[in-house]
């Protein structure tokens, strides 16, 4: 079965305060979009990402969609949510998904096991929303503010996305609602009401907040740091010996050398230790168990890769890299002049911000097989952040 997301990131939303759209704000060290965008991206049921984006901010998005999978080009958006949902469903349409699910990139909070109950959801009923019971009692009002009516709140909800959807239906009913001059449906489980489908509902979350003002974001930053609580921390260690050569590999940047490292990939000792510090914090074995070096297939492979599946698999399990220091043991060659690009480098494959990444280097007072230039040793540790729910 093939499943594409929409997350739609097209809106100006300037109640959250001045400043760039709340999309590109970070939150817990990621853009709220790059958020939205890596839920859909790493979950193992969707098949691909279509974001509707604000052409006038292209750049930033492209930033905050960086080294994730399934991603399609950005669809641009229209002047109202529904138009730019319609864009998103044109675009993605070549994918020729059986399902779609429709999320706000505004709500980055929405978790794995929500996604999944979506993707049930509309495989059983063909479209579905996640709903919550209502806490408040809930009153319409008139236009003087005056209570005209007190709601059953029993038959309440309020309801959230993804809201999912089989694709060929709601597609086509996007299709009529523009044909019948109809742009302005509050969300698309309305249209598809309009249209005549069958909405049904399964349960929402709490957390699964929708940012609008500035406080909402106080709220999420609560909530993240309370939901990815179970923080976890990884060592790694290697050692590559120095062959002939012209160059090292050291945090995926190429360093002019007289010497080169040996190894079966590109020998790159440092994203080595680094990936069995991120897989160690998660408890997912080590490099060789995932890439063995029996296996022709990493030969030669540049390291950036081994990195970027470890912090992959955090990503799939909704968690994500705290922070990423490494100490590279070696008399030569000299690492300072190169340590900011090296920095930048990991912070890069690792999909954080170079705050979060420290490289340091020492020699070993030319004791043992480093002191002797025999080789370079790296040691690093990952800290991680896993959801409470993680295993
Ligand atoms: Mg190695």
Same mark, same amino acid.
């Given at each position: 079965?093939?499943?594409?997301?929409?997350?739609?990131?097209?809106?100006?939303?300037?109640?959250?305060?001045?400043?760039?759209?709340?999309?590109?704000?970070?939150?817990?060290?990621?853009?709220?979009?790059?958020?939205?965008?890596?839920?859909?991206?790493?979950?193992?049921?969707?098949?691909?990402?279509?974001?509707?984006?604000?052409?006038?901010?292209?750049?930033?998005?492209?930033?905050?969609?960086?080294?994730?999978?399934?991603?399609?080009?950005?669809?641009?958006?229209?002047?109202?949510?529904?138009?730019?949902?319609?864009?998103?469903?044109?675009? #993605?349409?070549?994918?020729?998904?059986?399902?779609?699910?429709?999320?706000?990139?505004?709500?980055?909070?929405?978790?794995?096991?929500? #996604?999944?109950?979506?993707?049930?959801? !509309?495989?059983?009923?063909?479209?579905?929303?996640?709903?919550?019971?209502? !806490?408040?009692?809930?009153?319409?009002?008139?236009?003087?503010?005056?209570?005209?009516?007190?709601?059953?709140?029993?038959?309440?909800?309020?309801?959230?996305?993804?809201?999912?959807?089989?694709?060929?239906?709601?597609?086509?009913?996007?299709?009529?609602?523009?044909?019948?001059?109809?742009?302005?449906?509050?969300?698309?489980?309305?249209?598809?009401?309009?249209?005549?489908?069958?909405?049904?509902?399964?349960?929402?979350?709490?957390?699964?907040?929708?940012?609008?003002?500035?406080?909402?974001?106080?709220?999420?930053?609560?909530?993240?740091?309370?939901?990815?609580?179970?923080?976890?921390?990884?060592?790694?260690?290697?050692?590559?010996?120095?062959?002939?050569?012209?160059?090292?590999?050291?945090?995926?940047?190429?360093?002019?050398?007289?010497?080169?490292?040996?190894?079966?990939?590109?020998?790159?000792?440092?994203?080595?230790?680094?990936?069995?510090?991120?897989?160690?914090?998660? !408890?997912?074995?080590?490099?060789?168990?995932?890439?063995?070096?029996?296996?022709?297939?990493?030969?030669?492979?540049?390291?950036?890769?081994?990195?970027?599946?470890? #912090?992959?698999?955090?990503?799939?399990?909704?968690?994500?890299?705290?922070?990423?220091?490494?100490?590279?043991?070696?008399?030569?060659?000299?690492?300072?002049?190169?340590?900011?690009?090296?920095?930048?480098?990991?912070?890069?494959?690792?999909?954080?911000?170079?705050?979060?990444?420290?490289?340091?280097?020492?020699?070993?007072?030319?004791?043992?097989?480093?002191?002797?230039?025999?080789?370079?040793?790296?040691?690093?540790?990952?800290? #991680?952040?896993?959801?409470?729910?993680?295993?």
């Amino acid at each position: 079965m093939r499943v594409a997301a929409i997350v739609v990131a097209a809106g100006r939303g300037s109640r959250a305060g001045s400043g760039p759209p709340k999309q590109l704000r970070p939150l817990g060290g990621e853009p709220v979009l790059r958020r939205s965008l890596r839920l859909f991206a790493a979950h193992d049921a969707v098949t691909a990402v279509q974001a509707v984006i604000d052409p006038a901010f292209a750049a930033a998005f492209r930033d905050a969609g960086a080294g994730l999978p399934k991603l399609l080009a950005p669809a641009a958006g229209g002047d109202t949510r529904q138009q730019s949902v319609r864009a998103g469903l044109e675009a #993605v349409e070549r994918e020729r998904p059986d399902l779609v699910l429709i999320h706000d990139a505004a709500r980055p909070l929405a978790s794995p096991a929500l #996604v999944g109950r979506a993707i049930a959801a !509309a495989e059983k009923d063909g479209a579905a929303v996640p709903a919550l019971a209502v !806490a408040d009692t809930i009153k319409r009002v008139d236009e003087a503010g005056l209570v005209a009516e007190t709601l059953d709140r029993a038959a309440l909800r309020s309801i959230q996305t993804p809201q999912a959807f089989a694709f060929a239906p709601i597609l086509a009913a996007h299709r009529r609602a523009a044909e019948a001059g109809r742009d302005d449906f509050p969300d698309d489980a309305a249209l598809a009401e309009w249209a005549g489908i069958k909405v049904a509902t399964f349960a929402g979350e709490a957390g699964n907040i929708k940012l609008t003002t500035a406080d909402d974001f106080l709220r999420a930053q609560a909530i993240d740091a309370q939901a990815l609580g179970d923080v976890r921390t990884g060592s790694g260690f290697d050692v590559h010996a120095f062959g002939p050569g012209d160059h090292v590999m050291l945090g995926g940047v190429r360093i002019a050398h007289d010497r080169a490292l040996l190894g079966h990939s590109d020998a790159d000792v440092l994203l080595h230790a680094l990936t069995d510090a991120v897989l160690g914090a998660a !408890a997912e074995g080590d490099i060789g168990r995932h890439f063995p070096p029996s296996d022709p297939a990493w030969r030669g492979a540049s390291s950036d890769r081994f990195l970027a599946h470890a #912090v992959a698999l955090v990503a799939a399990r909704g968690g994500r890299i705290a922070h990423l220091d490494a100490t590279l043991l070696a008399e030569a060659p000299k690492i300072g002049p190169h340590a900011a690009a090296i920095r930048g480098s990991i912070a890069r494959i690792a999909g954080i911000e170079d705050g979060r990444v420290s490289i340091k280097a020492t020699t070993t007072e030319r004791l043992g097989f480093v002191g002797r230039g025999e080789g370079i040793a790296a040691m690093a540790t990952a800290t #991680v952040r896993l959801p409470w729910s993680a295993p």
